[in-house]
């Protein structure tokens, strides 16, 4: 199958991508063939998901949205369309250089009023904009994580310091250390 998964949440996320309600069940789910929304009511907002298969890996690629109100475009982790706040049709692009498959979330928020979003892509051999969604593909990459084993560092005499890695799909965070005196 191909598309992006569009699941529709209730509420404004106020440009907030940690927005509560994306961590609950959506209030409707649909598999999209292109992103290419209308007035759907007030006060929603959309998580449409997938990974992108760039025809040509190592060349840049060029996402574009055009919404009222609030879209985001974020691939492997990083914002890469910022068309935030509240407004009427504004349209926003941003590029990145892909190497493989990479997962691309879009984030759209309506509050009131109008309301509207379309997402198209270009890069590679792809010249022009395209809504197309057939190098796209719903889910999420499957990347083998291996597995952590526990690490004691020696800090000194009556002294040892351990700790974990913890590392989340777009998240590093420095390990988390203790100090005591061994008994």
Avoid at 41 to 64: A, L, M, N, R, W
Avoid at 116 to 123: H, T
Avoid at 133 to 160: D, M, N, Q, W
Wanted: glycine residues 14%; contains cysteine.
């Amino acid at each position: 199958p191909f598309g992006l998964l569009a699941r529709k949440y209730n509420g404004y996320f106020n440009d907030d991508l940690s927005f509560g309600a994306f961590n609950g069940q959506p209030a409707s789910e649909k598999t999209v063939k292109e992103v290419n929304f209308g007035d759907e009511g007030s006060d929603y907002s959309y998580v449409i998901s997938g990974v992108f298969h760039p025809p040509q890996p190592g060349k840049e690629y060029t996402f574009k949205t055009r919404s009222d109100d609030a879209s985001y475009v974020v691939v492997n982790g990083k914002i890469v369309v910022n068309n935030k706040h509240l407004h009427g049709m504004v349209t926003k692009t941003g590029s990145v250089k892909l190497d493989a498959p990479a997962e691309v979330k879009i984030y759209f928020g309506e509050r009131g009023g109008g309301a509207g979003l379309k997402f198209e892509w270009k890069g590679g051999s792809q010249r022009s904009y395209t809504d197309r969604l057939g190098l796209f593909t719903p889910g999420a990459l499957s990347i083998p994580v291996p597995s952590c084993k526990p690490v004691t560092v020696e800090c000194g005499k009556g002294c040892e310091l351990s700790g974990t890695w913890s590392v989340t799909p777009h998240e590093r965070r420095a390990p988390t250390l203790s100090c005591g005196a061994r008994r």
